[in-house]
């Protein structure tokens, strides 16, 4: 899908034709927009295509028409009915007189862009507009570590009393995406520090100062993944000791109730055993039958009370 913007008049207008000082947002787009992107203004496909592949690295190239600045996004991909987090390429593709954007997905950042929700947001500052995606990039970032560590709170909580594996697996899903982003944020640090000694990006007096911005928040959002790691990894193996040990203390206490409970069957069976009546106690007496329920309920309450000030139960 192509979807063309405009800054005019101070506001932010969609239209049907690829003007000067426009923008246009490429989302997973087709094979022959692609084409027609490429032959229009001179674009290699390769380069066009780069950001289709989720394998893709973070890098700048530098042609002699236009430059392409690629680097990892954050999204959230639905699994099992659950949201996880994940990376994925942007490129941002830097002509004489237009800005290409191509992605495989809708994200949140160019949504906020598009809904004109960003101030000193202008089409034909294209420099400035491509320092405040990746500002905008790593806030997101920032943002998704902090729903990450909150969710992580919450499976901590249910770990307490948990003695399945599903609280574990959700936090090794969590570990990935901290792997995921500690990786991308990386390389999206080397292009930013490739920005800074570019002059290729700095028409504007402002665009240093955004610039060390964009790295400052990159570095934070790194230290924080890094951080985050560090401790859901800690937390993993605490809490699997701690799932091991509630499943040793559901099997002691079954196994104490099926002590106290195999009492009465260990006497029933013995009275019931096919001998000669006359060795066996009560046998003729006429409540033989209560005497014996009796003796086995006070056996079992005696061993009960027993095993309970051992801290059986």
Not at 89 to 110: G, H, K, N
Request: aromatic share 10%; hydrophobic share 45%.
């Amino acid at each position: 899908m192509i979807r063309i913007f405009k800054s005019q008049d101070e506001k932010l207008l969609e239209q049907n034709e690829i003007t000067p000082n426009c923008w246009v947002a490429l989302t997973d787009p087709t094979s022959s927009e692609l084409r027609k992107i490429s032959e229009q203004f001179h674009i290699q496909l390769d380069d066009l295509k780069a950001p289709l592949d989720e394998e893709e690295r973070s890098r700048i190239v530098v042609e002699d028409n236009y430059m392409l600045i690629l680097v990892d996004i954050p999204v959230i991909e639905e699994r099992n009915g659950k949201d996880w987090y994940v990376t994925i390429p942007m490129s941002i593709i830097l002509s004489e007189q237009i800005i290409f954007t191509v992605c495989l997905a809708d994200t949140p950042i160019l949504t906020t862009f598009m809904k004109g929700r960003v101030r000193g947001f202008y089409t034909h500052m294209k420099t400035r507009f491509i320092l405040q995606i990746l500002y905008k990039n790593a806030s997101l970032y920032l943002q998704y570590l902090r729903n990450i560590d909150k969710k992580s709170e919450e499976l901590e909580r249910n770990l307490q009393r948990a003695t399945k594996n599903r609280e574990i697996l959700e936090l090794r899903e969590l570990e990935k995406s901290l792997v995921y982003f500690t990786t991308s944020l990386r390389s999206n640090e080397i292009v930013l520090e490739k920005l800074l000694r570019s002059d290729k990006v700095k028409k504007y007096p402002e665009d240093t100062e955004l610039l060390e911005d964009v790295i400052i928040e990159n570095k934070q959002a790194i230290e924080m993944a890094n951080i985050y790691s560090g401790i859901l990894a800690g937390t993993m193996t605490a809490f699997a000791s701690v799932i091991s040990n509630n499943l040793n203390i559901v099997m002691k206490f079954l196994a104490t109730v099926t002590i106290v409970l195999s009492i009465p069957t260990m006497v029933a069976s013995f009275y019931g055993m096919n001998v000669n009546m006359a060795g066996v106690p009560f046998a003729a007496d006429t409540y033989g039958f209560w005497y014996v329920i009796l003796f086995a309920i006070l056996l079992s309450i005696i061993v009960a009370i027993i095993f309970a000030r051992k801290n059986m139960f």
